[in-house]
């Protein structure tokens, strides 16, 4: 069984900065990739960042220059970390995985709970 803990949301002042971590555990042979998708009330499910385990790194447009994703093969763990928040970035952050459990396995991808950000003056 695998699990994806998030943390660190929370609320802010437009203009602030968060810092949001997901920590999988359980049983993970390897890691392909990690990644953030976020839901505001009403819209679709989006894409916010992602990363390979090679390290390489995937924005929305409307959060490049502000957000930067880091992480995954130290401790199995992916960072968030958010500048300049503006209120449209208000949403439900679900953090994600794509994840092989064994060697004779594919992979698969699993999902956090997700952790409220507000931001609001």
């Known amino acids: 069984q695998v699990q994806l803990v998030e943390s660190g949301g929370g609320l802010v002042q437009p203009g602030g900065s968060l810092r949001l971590s997901c920590a999988a555990s359980?049983?993970?042979?390897?890691?392909?990739?990690m990644g953030w998708y976020r839901q505001a009330p009403g819209k679709q499910r989006e894409l916010v960042a992602s990363i390979t385990s090679a390290g390489r790194t995937n924005y929305a447009d409307s959060v490049k220059g502000r957000f930067t994703i880091s992480g995954v093969n130290a401790k199995n763990t992916v960072y968030l970390q958010m500048n300049s928040l503006k209120p449209e970035d208000t949403a439900v952050y679900y953090c994600?995985?794509?994840?092989?459990?064994?060697?004779?396995?594919?992979?698969?991808?699993?999902w956090g709970q997700g952790t409220q950000v507000t931001v609001s003056s």
């Open positions: 359980g049983s993970i042979f390897s890691i392909n990739a």
């Open positions: 994600t995985a794509v994840i092989r459990t064994s060697y004779y396995t594919g992979t698969r991808d699993y």
